[in-house]
């Protein structure tokens, strides 16, 4: 099946998708050091990344000719910070903003198959609006907005054509949902808004998967059976001990049958295999991305991520790396960074992938990141579904 990349990155979103039977035809991301990372795990012979046509360019520039109509599935995971909640939330008037352009590749291609992938913030009440408007873009692509429109005008001129309903040409089934991908198995607890849409003429029938993982499960397995702590051989004298809180829903848990989902894995699921980070960065194995970053510190707001948790959301940051979020807490109260090696386990990143740049740089493609096991799952369901659909 053959898919088309945009607004790549670091390549979570791509790997999920090329690991769950799809081909790229394209991989397409304009920052030169996204694809010096892409490039250098090309040339390590990664994965299957050999593979992929990369184009280091703006989607406003890319050239389609090259890709048929009709291909299984157009991914993008596009640019989130008009809509983030650390950003300037300047939304639609935003200039990063690159749902138009992902429109147009919808409408060039006529995909069977498209998943968007951006932050949370697009679902809040003050991007209602224009989440609608994204929505309805989505469904009818073939609507344009004309020249003078703004964007508000072309949003009543899809409502109008959606509400007179029985519409010819190219349109689209439009799902969408706010996913956390700690329910999925991914060491992080990172929500996200996902949007699926397939071809009307397929007339496909689809869901977005059931979590498999859930918190509940997890505190089962370390207040009421130990099971937890067993597995990483914690004594009891150094086990954390649960709040009020905590304790309570415990106490309900004792009382239920095994919990039939999966525990949420934690950080110290993660990366419990790792040796301990070296001192300082070296060219060589672990040293190029397992190495101490000095300087953290907790304070209000910023106590970083407890081992036995899945990690808070990694973030990119505008100004540099937040202190809190890219933080491992042990403990006895200690913090440190987590290394860029650790946060691609948290990210679900294969361990033979590698990042460019300094250990800011790589942060910044990290937590921009989808993860990897999350995107995997995603198009393992739109993949299968397409197969039911055309076999």
Not at 28 to 36: G, H, L, M, N, Y
Not at 62 to 85: H, N, R, T
Not at 137 to 146: D, H, L, Q, S, W
Not at 281 to 305: C, E, K, M, N, W
Request: proline fraction near 6%; charge should be positive.
């Amino acid at each position: 099946m053959r898919s088309v990349e945009l607004f790549t990155g670091a390549g979570g979103l791509a790997l999920g998708v090329a690991g769950s039977g799809f081909r790229h035809l394209a991989v397409v991301e304009r920052d030169s050091d996204a694809c010096e990372t892409l490039l250098e795990n090309q040339r390590a012979e990664v994965l299957d990344m050999r593979s992929w046509p990369v184009h280091r360019c703006d989607v406003a520039a890319f050239d389609y000719k090259g890709i048929p109509e009709g291909i299984e599935l157009l991914a993008a995971g596009v640019p989130c910070q008009p809509f983030s909640i650390g950003g300037k939330h300047r939304g639609h008037q935003d200039e990063r903003n690159m749902f138009p352009q992902t429109i147009e590749a919808i409408r060039r291609l006529k995909p069977k198959a498209v998943l968007i992938e951006n932050v949370r913030g697009l679902t809040r009440a003050a991007f209602a609006k224009y989440f609608n408007y994204i929505v309805l873009m989505m469904t009818y692509p073939e609507i344009r907005r004309k020249e003078r429109d703004e964007w508000i005008d072309h949003l009543g001129r899809l409502e109008r054509y959606h509400t007179r309903g029985n519409p010819d040409g190219l349109y689209y089934r439009v799902v969408a949902q706010v996913l956390n991908a700690a329910d999925f198995g991914v060491p992080q607890k990172r929500e996200r808004v996902f949007i699926v849409a397939f071809r009307s003429d397929l007339e496909v029938e689809w869901s977005f998967p059931k979590p498999t993982h859930s918190l509940d499960s997890l505190l089962f397995s370390q207040y009421c059976v130990d099971t937890y702590w067993e597995k990483h051989r914690v004594a009891k004298k150094s086990r954390p001990k649960p709040n009020a809180s905590i304790e309570a829903r415990c106490e309900k848990l004792r009382d239920l049958l095994l919990p039939t989902l999966k525990p949420w894995e934690t950080v110290r699921d993660a990366i419990s295999d790792l040796p301990a980070p070296v001192q300082k960065r070296d060219t060589q194995g672990l040293g190029l991305t397992h190495f101490v970053i000095p300087g953290a510190r907790a304070y209000v707001g910023h106590s970083g991520s407890p081992l036995d948790e899945p990690a808070k959301t990694l973030k990119a940051g505008d100004h540099g790396v937040p202190g809190g979020e890219n933080m491992l807490a042990y403990p006895d109260g200690s913090v440190r960074y987590f290394t860029i090696r650790e946060s691609a386990r948290l990210q679900t990143f294969p361990d033979e992938f590698t990042f460019s740049g300094s250990w800011t740089e790589s942060m910044r493609q990290l937590g921009n990141a989808v993860p990897v096991k999350l995107a995997a799952c995603l198009a393992t369901n739109i993949r299968e579904r397409l197969n039911r659909r055309l076999a």
